[in-house]
């Protein structure tokens, strides 16, 4: 095999572990890719390499950013008496593509389960209530997924702020349950969060 064609194979296996990504599509990206390597080649790989020494979290929130605090979480426009409980990023994402929400974000990194090994401590819960007990949150809005492991993330999450006194809202309609915030399009997240609830 020549050292090209290693290469070539490395890159086709590399692309086909993403998410929806097979073998063959895979191979029909890098095709294009050496075809426009002229351009678009050399784009992606300065692309991929400033995202893998730029991006980190933001300390606040926990959505990525090139610096300490992101955009969303510095912006004078965006009130501070309103935190969006999301399971990822790609929630925090899906909700500001409905531009609904004027408020701030926390993202938890996943929800609890026993199954994943994944308590309190392993999310960014214990950071969340932190947040709420400094005190000027209003209300904590949980934008989580109504699976079983997101709805009993809820649960523990009022349990938890319930002595801060903040009140602490679900989304209403429009939310299917099973349905999970990144598969939603904008209308539907935008009837979800106008009709929230108090959980």
């Known amino acids: 095999m020549l050292a090209e064609q290693s290469e070539i194979k490395k890159l086709i296996d ?3 572990r ?5 073998p063959v599509s895979s191979r029909r990206i ?39 605090k992101c955009r969303i979480c510095t912006s004078p426009e965006r009130l501070d008496d309103q935190i969006c409980v999301v399971q990822d990023v790609a929630d925090l994402w899906a909700m500001e593509r409905s531009a609904v929400f004027k408020g701030k974000y926390h993202v938890l ?13 392993e999310l960014r819960i214990p950071i969340l209530v932190e947040r709420v007990g400094v005190g000027g949150v ?36 429009g939310v299917p349950i099973g349905g999970e915030l990144d598969f939603l399009d904008d209308g539907t997240i935008a009837a979800a969060l106008s009709g929230r609830r108090d959980y």
């Open 14 to 16: 590399l692309l086909a």
């Open 18 to 22: 993403l998410p929806g990504l097979g």
């Open 30 to 68: 890098v095709l294009h890719l050496i075809r426009s390597k002229g351009s678009r080649l050399t784009e992606l790989a300065s692309a991929i390499q400033g995202v893998a020494e730029g991006v980190r979290e933001c300390v606040d929130c926990g959505n990525f950013c090139s610096d300490l």
């Open 109 to 121: 990194g996943g929800v609890l389960s026993m199954l994943h090994g994944l308590g309190p401590e």
């Open 138 to 173: 209003q209300e904590v809005i949980l934008a989580l997924s109504a699976t079983v492991d997101g709805q009993t993330t809820a649960h523990y999450i009022a349990d938890q702020l319930s002595a801060t006194g903040t009140r602490v809202t679900t989304l209403g309609r």
